[in-house]
Structures are given as structure tokens and as C-alpha cells.
């Protein structure tokens, strides 16, 4: 790790270009509020915290005696009664476009150095997202575009994240949801950046429509249930200018699909995380003016997401066996790999990677997930332990 | 609140009477670790948190140029698995005491300069519990037994905190599961202390008797499934000795009833305690081997559980109503009631006390706690603002 201090941050050259004192960035570097990123991308510097105006996963990187920056995802807020929100977030335009948001994980991808790079929300260079990256996306658009970036999801069943096979895709896919400028981050308006997505050919989020702000709840929840059926997860709602912040919704059926995954593996994601999609169920259900009958089917939905997974879980891990998260990834060249191994170790996830499978040109390698906090507590449990 | 200030503790006394170094005294007291009572009780200081061996919750006081200590509960751990836990903890004895977990509020009745004090889980003399404990309990114990505390459940419908009515009490009642010793905490072995319970004509906490340690999950099991059956809480299971500590285990029912007491006031209760109570859930099915059909049960009563009462909040305060807790205290002397909101005010309950009613020879004083928490949140929503 060591390897990693040979690159420096030129302190005084990144605090003119910050507008910061000097002091402050020397004291974001000692707090370890601003990151090195690794092998390859040490000049990449990363925020982990959102410092005055700059997003949390903010890269900044020394480009020819000065600075770029590629801001970070702006943090989109939830509507909880989606006819209030839209109303009281939207008022002052007179209609919303509104695109599907989808279930994978997000990166930005931006050239550097004349290369591409897919980076994490969280700021990190994801070797195995570059190479799709690499070869979903024509680099002329980074030639014709140094100044701007892409921003989107990677889904599909070859997602180590979150694999999703909702979406009739093979392998992973990289949908464009917005295109914003190095530096300020500022956006495209909606229109302008779905026409300049297909003239690069990019796939895209799926686009619903626009509608006037009056009576878009009622249009969204009707999409809303329509997506809910296929088990997509929701939408976000835009100013077609981009203006305002967007704001995004998500169905029933993806709340709960969310809580079967995390009550698999209970001990290892954060309290928070059940409960704030607990909560969207009981505004839903309000919102919806939901009968008895509509409730209780609401109220089973949610009692088997939870119970189901943990119990599956418990009883696996009560019978002697270890339970895991198995994905998969599929690469072109095999140390690509290697690579996202190491990475992943760095994140201190605890992953088991099989031997590749040659399929056609690349190579498919299943990862199991082992999640330890689970297996760990539930096997004392079993064992007598107390809580 | 400087008034307080008044009472000094003799930190060189002090320190000699808890074998610590002064500087680890002055340095609880500056940390606030270490607090001050209020008005009559001043001279009260208790522990706000587990420091060395000491109990969060302990109370330390000077007495006849010396100090006495009251120690706080010991915390007693929950069975995940019953049969598991039992084998595991009590594998040393060959049999172990089974008394009723009772749902009210914990509370340490004291002797403390020849008056009775009633103290709370956390360290405070509660007007009102010293109110009713001077008028359940006879001050003869403490005069013949100076050194003992005890340990017990306020339980019943005037309980401001947990108001129950399944115990067919009318009022409130103390029920002792323990006698300690002040200074050490030495609990009574188990018999001796029902002994003497009964010799004072104290209320205890009902007994379901001894078991040999080989089989006694399956008998807890059944008491388990007939206390969930008339609503109780669950039990506590003892080495009759009292050398090996406790261990606590409670019904489906009481989890259930919690959540739902929980999720009316969502915004209001920590995300651990809904987690706890779900997690709970898992681990019993598991071990009680359920069906697809009694599985399907229990996940639907989780679902309500959660969705009912926060669909209800949601609604009344949509439709413009502020929710409340609404609870009552039974009163002897109308200036306890008084005592009593300025204490729930020090204590951060935002709480609003009507005017007494006059039963019998006692006040009923109706108490609405306001969950402002989950008004506010709610009520924002409602308006449209962003989760």
C-alpha cells in the first residue's frame, strides 16, 4: 500500500482550483476525507464525504498544470406520497418527464488520460466496470466530448452488485440516464441528452413520457403499477430542463425485493436499510387508499420479504452449511479479473472467485459473496449463544 | 437547573469507596458519565453508563460518612434458540426456575435515609413510582432489612410508559423478581428470595417451576405458547442459585405487540428496536419447525404488526389529526402528578397532562405524549417535502 503515497496532490495548484485555503485541502487529505484511488488511477483523488458544494464520490485529477473534477451522483430524493411531492417539488413548471429508474449500480463513465474510466458512486476506478465500459461505448465520444460525462447504470445478470435478470439482458448493459459537464456537473436538459445518447448510440433508461404537472401522479402510479408487474423498480421524475433536482419513486414489488435480498443475509446490512423501506409500504398503501382486503395482501407481501429469506437462511445455517451472495461477472480479458479481485479485497468484501469459464470470446467467473456477519451470528445463535 | 449544583460529591470519599483512582471519578463527573439527581435527590449520583463493573443505572450516595451503592439491573441476555441456549448457558445444573417476564417497567425499590425511593432502569428516584411503591410496599423490610433492594415490574393499566391491561390489575402493581444486596448486588437464591417476599406480602412474579435442565425447552416452549395465547410477555429463566445469570425469552405475541406499538410512532422509536423484534420472529419459526401453512401465519401477523398501526398514523395525520400515546397515572396526592410532568419534562418527553379526576380517594391523571417525531415527519410528507 505503500505505492500508493509515490503519487502527490500538487496542495497548492488543487486549492486555487477548489477555491479552497490551502489549509483545508492539506486537512481533507489528513482526514482521509480525500482518497487516493489504486494501481493505475493513484492520481485519482477521490471525496468521501460531501465537502461544501462537492458531492461525496467527487474525483479530482491534475490535467495539464491544472485540475479536473467529475462530480459525484446528486443525492435524489424520494417522493413518500408521490401526488404532494410532485405537486410541491414541481409547481413552479408546467410538466414533468418522467424515466424509468433501474435496478443496478451506478458509474460515471469519463475519458482520462485519453482512456476510459467507469467509476463507482463511490469514486473508485471499478476495473471490471471499465472493461464493459471500454467495450460498450465508442471512446469517439469522449474525443468529440472531453468535457463530459456519463452517468448510469450497469445492469443485468452479470452485476456483482445487484445481478437483475428483469431486463431481457445478457450479459451487462450500461444505460445513460444523464450527461453532465466536468467541473460544474451541470446537466443536460433531458431532451438534448437522449438526442446526443443515440447519436453515439448509447443504450438508454427508458423514457415514459412527459406530462403536465397537474396530473402526472396519476399518470406515474399507473406506470408505477405496470412496472411493479415485470418487477422493474420505479421511476425518476424530471424537470425537462433540469433545473430542478429530479426525484425519484419505486414500486411495491421492488421495496419488498429489496428487504427478501437483505433479510437473506440480516446481520449485514444497516437497520436503516430495512426500515426506510418499510416505511414506503405504509405511505404507498395511504396514498393508494388502499381497502382491507388490498392491505392484507400488502401486509403478507411484506411478512413473507422478511421472514422468508431469514428463515430460509437460519435453517441452512442451523443444518451446518455457510450461505452466500452468488453473482457473477464476465470478462474479455481474463486479468480483469484478477484485478476486480484485488479490488473488491481492498473494499474489504469478503468474496470467493471460482475458476473462469471460457463462454464464446469471454469468460464467465461466479463469485460467491460470503457475508460473515450473518453466517457468523446466526451460527452462535445455533450453537446456544445468547443475544 | 444550577440549584443542582448545590450537592457536591466527596470525590476523595467517593473514589475511596469504589476503589478508583480520583482523577477516574472527576473525570466521570466532567464527562457527565456520572450525574446528579433531581430536586429531593440531589445527593443522588448515577452511573449513565457501565463503568468497570458497575451497572449503568447504579446509584451511588452518601451515607453516615461513607457511600452506598444501588446497584442497576443486570442486563439480561435473550434466548435466540431456546433449546440451544438452554443447553449451552445452563449445562452446568441440572435444573433450572422458570418465573414470568412481566411487560410494564423496571424499577429498584430502595431505602434510602428511612424513606422508600423508587428508582428507574436508568438511575432516576421517579415521583411517581415512589408514590405508589410507598404505598404497595411496607416500610418494615426496609427497616429490617436496611441493606436489601428490590428488584421488580410496575405493571399494569396506570403505567405511564407501558400501560397493560392483561394482567387483571386495576391500577398499578410491583411485582419483585429479585432481591439484591446493596454495594456487592448479590442476588438471593431464587427460593429464598420468594421466602421472603412472601413473609413481607409483596406481589411477585408468578413461578411455573423447576425443570431439569435436559428437558426443559420443550416445557418452556409450552409456556411460552400459552402465555402468547392470553398476551403475556415471556420468561425468565433462573439457576435456582442465582450463580449463573439469567436468561430471558418471549412469545410471538409480545414481539408483535411491540412492533405494532412501534410502527404507530415509527419516526419516534430507533431502527434497532423494530429489527430486534423481527429478527426474533425468524429464529422462533426456525426452532418450532413450521410449516409452509403456520410459516404463512406468522408472516402475515408481522405484516400487520408493522403496516396497520403506520397506516393508520399516516392517515389520521393526513387527514389533519396529531397522533398521540395516550396513557394515565393514578395518584394519592395530587402534588406526585405534578412532580411527575416536571420530571417527564426534564427527561425530553413532550407530554400534555389533563386536568385530574378524582376516583375514590385517588386522582386518574390522563396523559398524552406527543410522538412529535412522527407527527412532524408525517405531516412534511403529507405536504410533499422529500423523504
Redesign the interface.
Known amino acids: 500500500m505503500n505505492v500508493e503515497s509515490e503519487v502527490k496532490l500538487d496542495i497548492e495548484l488543487a486549492a486555487g482550483y477548489l477555491k479552497m485555503p490551502q489549509s483545508r485541502v492539506q486537512g481533507l487529505l489528513n482526514k482521509r476525507l480525500l482518497l487516493q484511488n489504486w494501481d493505475d488511477y493513484q492520481h485519482l483523488f477521490r471525496f468521501d464525504k460531501n465537502i461544501s458544494k462537492i458531492e461525496h464520490g467527487s474525483v479530482l485529477y491534475q490535467k495539464d498544470g491544472s485540475f479536473e473534477l467529475i462530480r459525484g451522483f446528486p443525492k435524489i430524493?424520494?417522493?413518500?406520497?408521490l401526488g404532494?411531492?410532485?405537486?410541491?417539488?414541481f409547481s413552479k413548471i408546467g410538466s414533468v418527464v418522467v424515466e424509468e429508474k433501474m435496478n443496478g449500480y451506478n458509474v460515471r463513465v469519463a475519458g482520462i488520460d485519453g482512456r476510459i474510466a467507469a467509476i463507482t458512486r463511490g469514486g473508485l476506478v471499478c476495473p471490471y466496470s471499465t472493461e464493459r465500459a471500454e467495450y460498450l461505448i465508442k471512446p469517439d465520444f469522449f474525443t468529440d466530448h472531453p468535457d463530459l460525462i456519463l452517468f448510469g447504470e450497469m445492469a443485468g445478470p452479470d452485476n456483482p452488485y445487484v445481478p437483475k435478470d428483469i431486463y431481457g439482458i445478457e450479459s451487462l448493459e450500461f444505460f445513460v440516464f444523464d450527461i453532465r459537464h466536468k467541473g460544474s456537473g451541470k446537466p443536460y436538459p433531458v431532451y438534448e441528452r437522449r438526442k446526443l445518447a443515440e447519436e453515439y448510440g448509447f443504450t438508454q433508461v427508458r423514457l415514459f413520457g412527459e406530462f403536465p404537472t397537474s396530473h402526472a401522479a396519476d399518470e406515474i402510479a399507473e406506470i408505477i403499477r405496470e412496472l411493479g408487474k415485470i418487477r422493474h423498480e420505479g421511476v425518476v421524475i424530471k424537470d425537462p430542463q433540469m433545473v430542478l433536482h429530479p426525484?425519484k419513486y419505486t414500486c411495491s414489488q421492488s421495496n419488498c425485493a429489496d428487504l427478501r435480498h437483505a433479510?437473506r443475509y440480516?446481520n449485514d446490512y444497516g437497520?436503516?436499510y430495512?426500515?426506510?423501506r418499510?416505511?414506503r409500504?405504509?405511505?404507498q398503501?395511504?396514498e393508494w387508499d388502499?381497502n382491507e382486503s388490498e392491505?392484507?395482501k400488502?401486509?403478507?407481501?411484506?411478512?413473507?420479504s422478511?421472514?422468508?429469506p431469514?428463515?430460509d437462511s437460519?435453517?441452512q445455517i442451523?443444518d451446518g452449511k455457510r450461505i452466500s451472495d452468488d453473482v457473477q461477472i464476465r470478462v474479455r480479458d481474463i486479468a480483469v479479473a484478477s484485478r476486480f479481485e484485488e479490488y473488491l479485497r481492498r473494499l474489504g468484501v469478503d468474496a470467493v472467485f471460482e475458476a473462469p469459464q471460457q463462454v464464446g470470446d469471454e469468460y464467465l467467473v461466479k463469485i460467491r459473496k460470503l457475508n460473515q456477519s450473518t453466517n457468523d451470528k446466526t451460527e452462535s445463535?445455533?450453537?446456544?449463544?445468547?443475544?
Not at 404532494?84 to 417539488?89: M, R
Not at 445463535?381 to 443475544?387: D, F, I, P, T, V
Open positions: 430524493q424520494r417522493a413518500m406520497l404532494s411531492a410532485i405537486n410541491d417539488h426525484i433479510f440480516y437497520r436503516d430495512f426500515f426506510s418499510v416505511v409500504e405504509g405511505f398503501s395511504v388502499e392491505l392484507q400488502r401486509c403478507l407481501q411484506l411478512g413473507e422478511i421472514l422468508h431469514m428463515v437460519i435453517r442451523k445463535m445455533c450453537k446456544g449463544e445468547l443475544w
